[in-house]
């Protein structure tokens, strides 16, 4: 497992793995409205292999994170109110219930599907 990113509090240091922002990414995209599912790239096979959910990159920059977060929408949406969107989101709920600035969330939409298939 890679470093985890450090807050500092009142009680001492807390370290928070990117596993467990990765999985709050997640959680949080999937419960977006036009979200279908995550799809990854080259580089997120290979987090999965670090048992990251698929679609997500986590990096450091400073005290700050920075994520990518690939997406599947629903058909008939407009991809880009759905990406903001997600990507507002995600934003405000990394920060909130980890603590950690987040520097900037890309949104990539790989995939459109129809609510059938």
Do not use: W
């Not at 709920?93 to 129809?114: C, S």
């Amino acid at each position: 497992m890679e470093a985890g990113h450090a807050v500092s509090s009142r009680f001492g240091r807390i370290t928070i793995s990117s596993e467990a922002i990765a999985q709050i990414v997640a959680e949080t995209a999937l419960e977006c409205y036009g979200v279908v599912g995550m799809k990854g790239s080259l580089r997120g096979q290979l987090a999965r292999a670090r048992r990251r959910p698929p679609g997500i990159e986590i990096r450091r920059e400073g005290g700050e994170v920075a994520i990518d977060l690939h997406v599947v929408v629903e058909y008939g949406l407009n991809l880009a109110e759905v990406a903001s969107s997600v990507g507002n989101r995600v934003e405000y709920e990394v920060q909130r219930l980890t603590g950690i600035p987040v520097r900037a969330v890309e949104v990539h939409v790989d995939d459109v599907r129809t609510g059938g298939k």
